[in-house]
């Protein structure tokens, strides 16, 4: 069992330009969920998918910010314009089953977001 | 949604028990308890969880109080490598709120030689 993969690891990039994030859940699990992680706010809950369905997004800051899921083994989040207020981690996680009450959710090991 | 309350930090010797204390005074009847550790740079990750009945599985024990106003995050011999923030949730009971886990700020557990 490979996890959750998260990529990349760390990106740096400058204000303004346009980041995607990439996650691969674990087979099998059908519920996806987007976090960030900072000092100020701890982990936040931005998005969480359930058959690749969005379900809650009223975690996600602004309209900047968007996310897909376009099968069952991928999920992006992008953000654009990207601010320097946006530099966290943001960790990915999947579950087995929202449905069927299953939430112990699985994370990914993060991607460090740097923006300057 | 229920809120917790979690001591900021405490210390724990390594070999012996660690019991992680947490309130949670306004849970409902249907809500579960559930417990996240995260290790320094590391995602969270799942340990345990319980309605009512105290349980128990390979990394830990879950005790519930009988009014379940309150928890204790049993782990049974320490190590180093529990050395982590601990996070105690109580999970929404609506099925549209099931994926909604609010991480709080935690305990902050080092255990020490």
């Known amino acids: 069992d490979a996890g959750v993969i998260q990529s990349p690891r760390h990106e740096v990039t400058e204000m303004g330009q346009e980041v995607t994030l990439r996650c691969k859940p674990i087979?099998?699990?059908?519920?996806l969920f987007w976090y960030r992680q900072t000092m100020m706010r701890g982990l936040e809950l931005l998005i969480y998918f359930n058959n690749n369905v969005p379900i809650d997004d009223s975690g996600m800051p602004e309209d900047r910010f968007s996310a897909k899921m376009p099968n069952a083994s991928f999920s992006t989040l992008k953000i654009q314009p990207s601010e320097p207020r946006d530099s966290a981690v943001y960790f990915c996680a999947s579950s087995q089953g929202v449905d069927r009450g299953v939430t112990e959710q699985y994370f990914g090991p993060g991607t460090r977001l740097t923006v300057t | 949604d229920a809120k917790t309350t979690q001591p900021p930090s405490m210390d724990c010797a390594e070999g012996r028990a660690a019991n992680l204390p947490c309130n949670h005074s306004t849970i409902s009847g249907n809500e579960y308890v559930y417990w996240y550790r995260q290790i320094h740079s590391q995602g969270p990750q799942y340990i345990i969880h319980g309605l009512k009945n105290n349980e128990t599985n390979e990394m830990a024990s879950l005790i519930i109080t009988e009014d379940r106003k309150s928890s204790t995050l049993i782990l049974p011999h320490a190590t180093l490598r529990d050395t982590a923030v601990y996070y105690c949730?109580?999970?929404?009971?609506?099925?549209?709120?099931?994926?909604?886990?609010?991480f709080g700020a935690g305990t902050q557990v080092v255990v020490t030689p």
């Open positions: 087979s099998g699990h059908n519920s």
């Open positions: 949730i109580v999970r929404p009971s609506s099925l549209i709120s099931w994926g909604k886990l609010q």
